[in-house]
Structure formats: structure tokens, C-alpha cells
């Protein structure tokens, strides 16, 4: 098959952080580098109405006037038999779409044809810069992407600064260095041809080739924004910051003109008040905001900090810049964006990472009462419901549009940060329906490593005769009866089914009841009796050696740590399979990295190294990719990718269970991204993905409904058989206004 190597050069006054298809409304197309096959790599001016080349046989670059676009070009581009590669595709599909021309706009149309090397580079777990990718594949450096392009890149392709007279560089007024930027435009060419003859295509064909071109679709097609509610939003957070400075400069007699003065801020708190706070950070505030020893007007001034440090409402102005003039927010979603798990990742708003809504400001508008603990840093609200939640999030929408938050609220921001979700609404006419898998990270789990006890719970409960699994989890470890199980008991249950079968223990409890409100110290009291003492005993026993080794105990008392820990222990008695899995599974790798080019098997996974490559093969067929793997003297378990935090390319540590971690995750994305063609082709247009959760857009009928999708989301593909699967969901009938 023949292959169109191609990349763009663009002029546009819009910045591209907001979002290629906000930029493409008004891009200009400048020069068009572009090969066939293996042939010499063109550059064609657009604006200029030239096309150049290297070549080799002559030692010097062909220049050739055209009033058109170059024939060889026209050629592929209108030959649906041609294959279109470019790396991150997205951008110069769209900007054809966009910008270009009849023609550019029919092979745009056609998403089959295109091919992205960042997308297959993501696939496989290498970064997806391609500089960087040029580096990781040790590209040749005559074929690598050009450094010294990107200063050209800057002068020609954004606006100058607004200080200069000269508000755009063209060739016209920078003619010597228009000339060296057509010379390095084809250096992208080089580079993405060298990657891809280096890189593997086991995640880039068949199904998963199908599924990225889903996802071009899904990007293309976007979600309609309440545009009128963001714009309430901002409008409502900007009025009540402005209140809050105000409160400040009277509380501190105009010592301190705003709660963003932080130097300021902890000045005047210790001048005034004699009060030393370490910083103003949200975990601080919340711990010190209602201790009673601390003066009135100190606590006052922790509130009113606390409340205006919510940046959650940025989130708006990144909705409002990047929504098209159609009401509709398109590119939201990156193809295998979330490192070796395969999920997508979120653009733009990054829907992926919406804060929660602020549970201890719905308690305080339902009347709940709020606690405060000192050892989690937070405030709880153990007797609100997911019903109480969304009522306040619902009245927090209305209250905004309205103009009137703050009659209703005492915490405006926290209300304005927890609506950002209810900006993506369903057109006039048409709903929002959305599902998410059940549990399927514990599903999948106990299915992996042959949990059987675990699977016929999951069958029991699905079809309703059996406990939740959160409250089953609760009643092995106080060794109660599954029907006596609370609400905030089952939240116990959760974290323990959230954070323990990936081989975690205190520190991991810690996070997950962080992360669900749990105080710890007031359950390990009630918890401390009912705990097997062989569980207790050794609980003590790892404390007193915890302390001995002088490591960490999380600033947790004593009954809570033994708590925890007992937690712990008894949770992997009662999952044996899955605790064994842990090790089973790093001695596979250990093995493989050691035993090139022999497949092992851990259960139902596939273990290989080829190469620089260490593959973990899934039951979908899918692979994690771990490149340049190493098992150190001590057994450790390494290998090269991108640093989540630092976002550098290094070598990072992994154990048995991280690495299950990583498959039940991939799993629970190989079971959604199987049954999303199902969902279209039923009807259900869908507009976003958020980690095991679809968000689509259907007629406004009863045919399409929660139940519906859920059904569809739910179903089990053939290579999952064995695995109980279930979906929940709901609909949004809100509409914006036509």
C-alpha cells in the first residue's frame, strides 16, 4: 500500500492551547511537506506557491514554481487507496478539514485512511513528543526533528509580541529566514519515517487501529456546553472574590489586600495573632480553619483563604475558549494517552481529573453535620448521600444561572467549583446517557487471578441475591453480618476493595480514605475490638518493627495504624489468589526479561521479552509494553518510561503489585473500548470517555436510555468470558438554550 508521509506548517492568532479545533476555524495552511513512500521529501509554499526538494543525485535542492497544488501530491491525497501518515494526526486532519482545500477537506474526511506515529508511539508506552521519541529510538541525527526549527517555527507560525510593530513575519519581511524555514520543514518527514520503522505495531492494527479511528470521530464530533452557565460561573467566582478581598482588607484593618497575598497573609496572622502556620496549603487550612484554641479572626481569615484558593473554576475559562461557535467542545480526548494502561487521557479541561463535588458544602446545605479531623486533614460529612450530592450540584447550576449563589450558599465557591461537569449538556431535542462498568477494576481482578469466592459474589450480587461487594469486604473484616452494614461502614469497604488488592497497605489505606472522607482514628476505635487478635497481634508486631526500622507511620496514632494494618493482613487472608498473583507475576517478569524470546505464562496472561521490549499479553489481545526492562542483583524490577510527576523520560521502578495494577486497568479499558462500536452502532453517539465511564448523546427517547447503555457497556466480550460484568448510569435531560 502506498503511504502519503505528510506535516503542516501553520499560521494562526489563536493560541493552540485552545484546542485544535478552536485553532483551525481560523489557521492558515503555509507550507505542505509531504513524501511518497520513500521518495524525496517535498515542501510545498503554499503561500507561495512553490514546491522544493533535495536531491541527492544532484547534491542540491530543486525548486519548481505551481499556481496549484504539486501533481504527486494531488495524486495521493484523491487516491483512497493511499495511506495518510502523520504524527499527532489530529491536528493536520483537522486543520485540513478546516483550512484546506476541496480536496485537503475529502482526504480529511476520510478517517480510515490516516495513520499517526504519536499515537502508535503512545501505544506502546514511548513518549509522544517526537523529538523525544527521536531520542528514546536513538533516531540517526540526520534524520532527526530539527532543534533549530523551532525557532523559526516561533517567528512564523504565532502572532509576534503585542510590544512589537511588526505584528506577523512573513517571507516578505524576514526573507532570509523564510528560506532556511521552507529547508527545515521537511525535517518532521525524516524523523517520522525513522520512528516508524522502529517502532512495534502490536497496539497499532486490527481492532485498536479500529478503535482510533473511533476516537477521531468521538473528537470530531465533541459535546454541546452550557456556554451560558460557564460564563455565570466565572461572572459568580469573580464577584465572590471581590467579596472575599474585601472581608480580608476589613479583618486586617487593610494590613492584607487580598487572600492571594500569602506572605502577607501569614504575616499578619503572626504579628497580630502570635500564630505560626507552616503554609497555605488546602490541607493546612482545613485542619487549623476550626480549631477552637486559634482566635476568632484567624480561623475567619483560614475560611476566607480556604474558599478563595478553589481554582477549580479555571476550569470554565478553558471551556469558554475552547468551544466552537456551534456550541459544541471537540478534542477532549488523547488515544492511549494514560501511559501503559492503554485509557484515554483528557485535553483541553481535562475531564479525566474534575474535582469532585465538595461534599462537606452539600452537608453543610442539606444541614448535615460536618467533623473535622486532625489526623486526615479534612472535613468529613459521613451522612450524606450520593442523592444529597447531587441535589446540591443540581440547586448549585440553577443558583448560578440565576445570579443569585450567593443567597443560597454559604460557600459560593466551593458551589460554582463542583458544578463544572453539568457544563456538558445534550443539545435541544437530545440527552446525555451515561454508564460506567461496576467495580470492574475488582472484577477483573478476582477474574485475572481466580478468585472464584470473589466471582460467585459478583454473580450473587448482580443478580440480586447477594451482598455489595463493599459491604461483603466490611463484614470480613469486623467479622459482622453483611446486612448490618452502614453506608459510611460501606465507604470503609471501598477502600479497602480500592486500595488493598494492589498490594498496598497503610500508607494506601491512608490515601483511599483521604480520597472518600473516612476519619480513621474514629473508625479504628470502634474497629479495634472486633479484629481477630491473631490479625491484632501481628498488626502490633509490624508497628513495633515499623518504628524500629525508623519508617514511616503516617502520623497516625497507634489504634489506627493496627487497625489499618489488621485491614490489611485480613483482607489478602480472604483474597489468596490474588495475593499470590502479586508474586507469581513479578517472577514471570523477572523470568522473561532474563529468558529472551520465550513466551511464559502468568494464569491468564502471556509473558515475553523480544529485544528492548518486555510485553505483557492481555486476554484481548492487547500488550503492555515495557521498553528496555532490567532486573537488578536484588531482584528489583525496572524499565524506562515517562515519569508521571517530573514528565521525563527514565527508568522507573516497578513489583508484582504495581504491575497488576496496570493490567486490571488495561482490562477494564480493553472491556469498554470493545463494546463502544456496539454503543454507535446502537444509536448512542458517544462525546467523551472518563477513565470506565461513556458519556453519550442519543434522541430524546425512552428506546435510549441508562438501562440501555448499561446493557451495551456491560456486555462480555469473548475473550472475557468467566468475568461477571455490570454497568449503572443515568440520563441529563438539561438543554441549552437554541
Given at each position: 500500500m502506498k503511504t502519503l508521509w505528510g506535516d503542516l506548517e501553520t499560521y494562526c492568532e489563536l493560541p493552540l492551547k485552545?484546542?485544535?479545533?478552536?485553532?483551525?476555524?481560523?489557521?492558515?495552511?503555509?507550507?505542505?511537506?509531504y513524501a511518497v513512500d520513500d521518495g524525496p521529501v517535498k515542501v510545498w509554499d503554499v503561500v507561495n506557491r512553490e514546491v522544493s526538494w533535495f536531491e541527492p543525485m544532484l547534491g542540491e535542492r530543486i525548486v519548481e514554481a505551481t499556481h496549484t497544488m504539486p501533481d504527486d501530491l494531488f495524486q495521493a491525497l484523491t487516491d483512497a487507496a493511499v495511506q495518510i501518515i502523520f504524527h499527532n494526526a489530529g491536528f493536520d486532519r483537522t486543520v485540513l478539514s478546516r483550512a484546506g482545500s476541496v480536496v485537503e477537506r475529502a482526504a480529511a474526511g476520510q478517517v480510515q485512511r490516516w495513520r499517526c506515529t504519536m499515537a502508535q508511539a503512545l501505544a506502546h508506552s514511548l513518549p509522544g513528543?517526537?523529538?523525544?521519541?527521536?531520542?528514546?529510538?536513538?533516531?540517526?541525527?540526520?534524520?532527526?526533528?530539527?532543534?533549530?526549527?523551532?525557532?523559526?517555527?516561533?517567528?512564523?507560525?504565532?502572532?509576534?509580541?503585542?510590544?512589537?510593530?511588526l505584528r506577523r513575519a512573513t517571507r516578505e519581511s524576514h526573507p532570509e529566514e523564510w528560506k532556511r524555514f521552507v529547508e527545515y520543514a521537511d525535517a518532521d518527514i525524516l524523523a517520522m519515517r525513522a520512528c516508524r520503522a522502529k517502532m512495534p505495531l502490536w497496539n497499532y492494527q486490527g481492532r485498536e487501529l479500529e478503535l482510533f479511528h473511533l476516537d477521531a470521530q468521538i473528537n470530531a464530533r465533541g459535546v454541546a456546553v452550557d456556554l451560558d452557565f460557564a460564563r455565570a460561573a466565572i461572572e459568580t467566582a469573580e464577584r465572590e472574590q471581590a467579596r472575599l478581598a474585601e472581608q480580608t482588607v476589613e479583618i486586617t484593618d487593610g494590613a492584607v489586600g487580598s487572600t492571594t497575598q500569602r506572605d502577607a497573609l501569614l504575616a499578619h496572622i503572626l504579628d497580630e495573632y502570635g500564630v505560626t502556620l507552616p503554609d497555605m496549603q488546602a490541607s493546612t487550612l482545613e485542619r487549623r480553619v476550626e480549631d477552637p484554641s486559634l482566635p476568632g479572626p484567624v480561623r475567619e481569615l483560614l475560611a476566607i483563604r480556604l474558599q478563595a484558593g478553589r481554582n477549580s473554576t479555571s476550569k470554565y475559562g478553558a471551556l469558554l475558549r475552547g468551544t466552537n461557535a456551534d456550541g459544541r467542545l471537540r478534542g477532549l480526548l488523547q488515544f492511549c494517552g494514560a501511559g501503559r494502561t492503554g485509557r484515554w487521557s483528557g485535553r483541553l479541561f481535562q475531564p479525566q481529573n474534575l474535582a469532585r463535588p465538595d461534599v462537606a458544602a452539600a452537608a453543610e446545605w442539606h444541614g448535615h453535620e460536618i467533623k473535622t479531623s486532625k489526623y486526615l486533614k479534612l472535613r468529613s460529612a459521613p451522612s450524606t448521600s450520593d442523592e444529597d450530592v447531587a441535589a446540591y450540584v443540581a440547586r448549585s447550576i440553577e443558583a448560578i444561572k440565576a445570579g443569585s449563589a450567593d443567597l443560597v450558599f454559604s460557600n459560593v465557591m466551593a458551589a460554582a467549583g463542583s458544578g463544572v461537569r453539568g457544563s456538558l449538556i445534550a443539545p435541544k431535542g437530545?440527552?446525555?446517557?451515561v454508564s460506567d462498568l461496576a467495580n470492574i477494576e475488582g472484577r477483573d481482578a478476582a477474574w485475572l487471578a481466580g478468585e472464584a469466592w470473589k466471582l460467585r459474589a459478583f454473580e450473587a450480587y448482580d443478580e440480586g441475591t447477594g451482598p455489595d461487594l463493599y459491604k461483603l469486604a466490611y463484614s470480613k473484616s469486623f467479622n459482622v453480618s453483611p446486612d448490618s452494614v452502614s453506608k459510611p461502614q460501606r465507604q470503609i469497604g471501598k477502600v479497602q476493595?480500592?486500595?488493598?488488592?494492589?498490594?498496598?497497605?497503610?500508607?494506601?489505606?491512608?490515601?483511599?480514605?483521604?480520597?472518600?472522607?473516612?476519619?480513621?482514628?474514629e473508625m479504628a476505635e470502634g474497629a479495634l475490638a472486633a479484629l481477630p487478635v491473631d490479625l491484632r497481634d501481628e498488626a502490633r508486631g509490624f508497628l513495633t518493627w515499623t518504628r524500629q526500622e525508623k519508617r514511616n507511620t503516617f502520623g497516625l496514632s497507634?489504634?489506627?495504624?493496627?487497625?489499618?494494618?489488621?485491614?490489611?493482613?485480613?483482607?489478602?487472608?480472604?483474597?489468596?489468589?490474588?495475593?499470590t498473583y502479586w508474586g507469581e507475576l513479578a517472577d514471570t517478569v523477572r523470568e522473561a526479561i532474563q529468558h529472551p524470546g520465550v513466551t511464559l505464562t502468568a494464569r491468564k496472561l502471556k509473558v515475553r521479552r523480544d529485544g528492548a521490549w518486555l510485553r505483557i499479553g492481555l486476554p484481548s489481545g492487547r500488550a503492555l509494553c515495557y521498553p528496555a526492562p532490567e532486573v537488578a542483583a536484588d531482584g528489583a524490577i525496572s524499565y524506562m518510561g515517562v515519569n508521571q510527576y517530573s514528565?521525563?523520560?527514565q527508568r522507573l521502578k516497578t513489583y508484582g503489585g504495581k504491575l497488576f495494577e496496570n493490567v486490571c486497568q488495561a482490562v477494564a479499558r480493553d472491556v469498554m473500548a470493545w463494546n463502544m462500536p456496539g454503543i454507535e452502532a446502537a444509536g448512542y453517539?458517544?462525546?467523551?470517555?472518563?477513565?470506565?465511564?461513556?458519556?453519550?448523546?442519543?434522541?430524546?427517547?425512552?428506546?435510549?436510555?441508562?438501562?440501555?447503555?448499561?446493557?451495551?457497556?456491560?456486555?462480555?466480550?469473548?475473550?472475557?468470558?468467566?468475568?461477571?460484568?455490570?454497568?449503572?448510569?443515568?440520563?441529563?435531560?438539561?438543554?441549552r438554550k437554541d
Amino acid at each position: 500500500m502506498k503511504t502519503l508521509w505528510g506535516d503542516l506548517e501553520t499560521y494562526c492568532e489563536l493560541p493552540l492551547k485552545d484546542g485544535v479545533f478552536q485553532y483551525a476555524e481560523s489557521a492558515q495552511i503555509m507550507l505542505w511537506a509531504y513524501a511518497v513512500d520513500d521518495g524525496p521529501v517535498k515542501v510545498w509554499d503554499v503561500v507561495n506557491r512553490e514546491v522544493s526538494w533535495f536531491e541527492p543525485m544532484l547534491g542540491e535542492r530543486i525548486v519548481e514554481a505551481t499556481h496549484t497544488m504539486p501533481d504527486d501530491l494531488f495524486q495521493a491525497l484523491t487516491d483512497a487507496a493511499v495511506q495518510i501518515i502523520f504524527h499527532n494526526a489530529g491536528f493536520d486532519r483537522t486543520v485540513l478539514s478546516r483550512a484546506g482545500s476541496v480536496v485537503e477537506r475529502a482526504a480529511a474526511g476520510q478517517v480510515q485512511r490516516w495513520r499517526c506515529t504519536m499515537a502508535q508511539a503512545l501505544a506502546h508506552s514511548l513518549p509522544g513528543g517526537l523529538e523525544r521519541l527521536c531520542e528514546v529510538l536513538d533516531v540517526a541525527q540526520d534524520q532527526r526533528k530539527l532543534k533549530v526549527g523551532k525557532e523559526l517555527v516561533r517567528l512564523f507560525c504565532m502572532p509576534r509580541p503585542k510590544n512589537m510593530k511588526l505584528r506577523r513575519a512573513t517571507r516578505e519581511s524576514h526573507p532570509e529566514e523564510w528560506k532556511r524555514f521552507v529547508e527545515y520543514a521537511d525535517a518532521d518527514i525524516l524523523a517520522m519515517r525513522a520512528c516508524r520503522a522502529k517502532m512495534p505495531l502490536w497496539n497499532y492494527q486490527g481492532r485498536e487501529l479500529e478503535l482510533f479511528h473511533l476516537d477521531a470521530q468521538i473528537n470530531a464530533r465533541g459535546v454541546a456546553v452550557d456556554l451560558d452557565f460557564a460564563r455565570a460561573a466565572i461572572e459568580t467566582a469573580e464577584r465572590e472574590q471581590a467579596r472575599l478581598a474585601e472581608q480580608t482588607v476589613e479583618i486586617t484593618d487593610g494590613a492584607v489586600g487580598s487572600t492571594t497575598q500569602r506572605d502577607a497573609l501569614l504575616a499578619h496572622i503572626l504579628d497580630e495573632y502570635g500564630v505560626t502556620l507552616p503554609d497555605m496549603q488546602a490541607s493546612t487550612l482545613e485542619r487549623r480553619v476550626e480549631d477552637p484554641s486559634l482566635p476568632g479572626p484567624v480561623r475567619e481569615l483560614l475560611a476566607i483563604r480556604l474558599q478563595a484558593g478553589r481554582n477549580s473554576t479555571s476550569k470554565y475559562g478553558a471551556l469558554l475558549r475552547g468551544t466552537n461557535a456551534d456550541g459544541r467542545l471537540r478534542g477532549l480526548l488523547q488515544f492511549c494517552g494514560a501511559g501503559r494502561t492503554g485509557r484515554w487521557s483528557g485535553r483541553l479541561f481535562q475531564p479525566q481529573n474534575l474535582a469532585r463535588p465538595d461534599v462537606a458544602a452539600a452537608a453543610e446545605w442539606h444541614g448535615h453535620e460536618i467533623k473535622t479531623s486532625k489526623y486526615l486533614k479534612l472535613r468529613s460529612a459521613p451522612s450524606t448521600s450520593d442523592e444529597d450530592v447531587a441535589a446540591y450540584v443540581a440547586r448549585s447550576i440553577e443558583a448560578i444561572k440565576a445570579g443569585s449563589a450567593d443567597l443560597v450558599f454559604s460557600n459560593v465557591m466551593a458551589a460554582a467549583g463542583s458544578g463544572v461537569r453539568g457544563s456538558l449538556i445534550a443539545p435541544k431535542g437530545r440527552k446525555l446517557v451515561v454508564s460506567d462498568l461496576a467495580n470492574i477494576e475488582g472484577r477483573d481482578a478476582a477474574w485475572l487471578a481466580g478468585e472464584a469466592w470473589k466471582l460467585r459474589a459478583f454473580e450473587a450480587y448482580d443478580e440480586g441475591t447477594g451482598p455489595d461487594l463493599y459491604k461483603l469486604a466490611y463484614s470480613k473484616s469486623f467479622n459482622v453480618s453483611p446486612d448490618s452494614v452502614s453506608k459510611p461502614q460501606r465507604q470503609i469497604g471501598k477502600v479497602q476493595e480500592l486500595m488493598l488488592q494492589y498490594e498496598g497497605g497503610v500508607g494506601a489505606y491512608l490515601t483511599g480514605a483521604l480520597t472518600y472522607g473516612i476519619d480513621l482514628e474514629e473508625m479504628a476505635e470502634g474497629a479495634l475490638a472486633a479484629l481477630p487478635v491473631d490479625l491484632r497481634d501481628e498488626a502490633r508486631g509490624f508497628l513495633t518493627w515499623t518504628r524500629q526500622e525508623k519508617r514511616n507511620t503516617f502520623g497516625l496514632s497507634d489504634t489506627a495504624f493496627i487497625v489499618c494494618d489488621a485491614f490489611k493482613r485480613g483482607w489478602r487472608r480472604a483474597h489468596p489468589a490474588i495475593q499470590t498473583y502479586w508474586g507469581e507475576l513479578a517472577d514471570t517478569v523477572r523470568e522473561a526479561i532474563q529468558h529472551p524470546g520465550v513466551t511464559l505464562t502468568a494464569r491468564k496472561l502471556k509473558v515475553r521479552r523480544d529485544g528492548a521490549w518486555l510485553r505483557i499479553g492481555l486476554p484481548s489481545g492487547r500488550a503492555l509494553c515495557y521498553p528496555a526492562p532490567e532486573v537488578a542483583a536484588d531482584g528489583a524490577i525496572s524499565y524506562m518510561g515517562v515519569n508521571q510527576y517530573s514528565r521525563k523520560w527514565q527508568r522507573l521502578k516497578t513489583y508484582g503489585g504495581k504491575l497488576f495494577e496496570n493490567v486490571c486497568q488495561a482490562v477494564a479499558r480493553d472491556v469498554m473500548a470493545w463494546n463502544m462500536p456496539g454503543i454507535e452502532a446502537a444509536g448512542y453517539q458517544i462525546v467523551l470517555t472518563v477513565h470506565d465511564e461513556v458519556v453519550t448523546e442519543a434522541p430524546d427517547s425512552p428506546d435510549f436510555n441508562a438501562d440501555h447503555l448499561g446493557t451495551l457497556l456491560a456486555a462480555t466480550p469473548p475473550w472475557a468470558q468467566g468475568m461477571p460484568l455490570a454497568a449503572g448510569g443515568f440520563e441529563d435531560y438539561r438543554y441549552r438554550k437554541d
